[in-house]
């Protein structure tokens, strides 16, 4: 069986399945708290300069990527496929809180060899009571999970798959997936609608369906950044370089995304898209 696996794992590698070349460079654990995302690097059971590259995304759930003394990719497991027993690797609790690695070079009664995939901070950690599946459209549902008084959290799920991870602590939290935003208030609450600008939107001034004005701008440092005007005055600039941002003014919601992605809510107002006005 030992052989087996070996000689599946050099013809996934002479094969050169999956056409990307991944990295390895440092085999350290490395833990983005703002984008709620960790890595780390570590020696595959087959040796050989062989590695498997570890993420673990709030966003995505846990994955694991195989490559060979080249940064050749060989094969990988994540939430659509936990497992590949034909080269000896999965993930155990690959949506869970702490989901570990498992690996090993052959079969049969083999023990597998276990490594903890990065751990994320607590505002990216899902935790609490799941209070609710709220369903948004046709593909996509929000698991709510009460932590404590005004502290929820959010899971979004697309076709079933995690696609988002949101904390509203104090705070509100937001999700744009595709064309649809989600916004969880800290008391649990939700609001979501359809109509974005963007990804990418062009720099400038936005309107809302109330007439409220959005300035959209980039900082090459702090990111996107969104100011609005309301019957209240202009604001500062709020940027968002990593997780959406939920600007709030009475009944007017926008969200901001650090790709660029811009949207806006307007309680008791049907939902449109924001309108470009120019720079």
Not at 120 to 140: E, F, P, W
Not at 161 to 180: E, H, I, P, Q, T
Not at 239 to 261: E, F
């Amino acid at each position: 069986m030992r052989i087996a696996l070996r000689a599946a794992v050099a013809a996934l590698a002479l094969t050169g399945v999956g056409v990307g070349t991944i990295t390895t460079a440092h085999a350290t654990t490395k833990t983005e708290a703002a984008n709620c995302v960790g890595t780390a690097t570590v020696a595959s059971a087959y040796g050989a300069g062989f590695k498997v590259k570890l993420v673990s995304s709030a966003d995505n759930g846990a994955s694991a990527t195989l490559v060979d003394n080249k940064g050749r990719f060989v094969a990988r497991v994540d939430q659509s496929k936990s497992a590949n027993l034909s080269v000896g690797i999965r993930i155990n609790g690959v949506l869970s809180a702490k989901p570990v690695f498992q690996q090993r070079s052959q079969g049969g009664p083999t023990p597998w060899k276990s490594v903890a995939f990065p751990a994320l901070s607590a505002s990216c950690t899902q935790k609490g009571k799941l209070v609710r599946t709220q369903k948004l459209d046709a593909h996509q549902r929000a698991q709510i999970f009460k932590v404590a008084d005004q502290h929820y959290q959010a899971r979004v799920f697309k076709d079933n798959k995690l696609v988002s991870f949101v904390d509203a602590n104090v705070r509100s939290g937001a999700a744009v997936v595709g064309n649809r935003t989600f916004v969880l208030i800290s008391s649990g609450e939700t609001l979501t609608w359809t109509g974005v600008a963007g990804p990418k939107a062009k720099l400038g001034r936005y309107k809302l369906v109330n007439g409220v004005k959005v300035k959209l701008v980039h900082d090459k440092k702090k990111g996107y950044g969104a100011q609005g005007t309301t019957g209240h005055g202009t604001f500062p600039v709020v940027y968002a370089p990593a997780r959406p941002v939920v600007l709030q003014d009475d009944a007017t919601i926008v969200v901001l995304t650090s790709n660029g992605t811009l949207s806006g809510y307007v309680y008791g107002q049907k939902q449109k898209a924001p309108v470009y006005l120019g720079a």
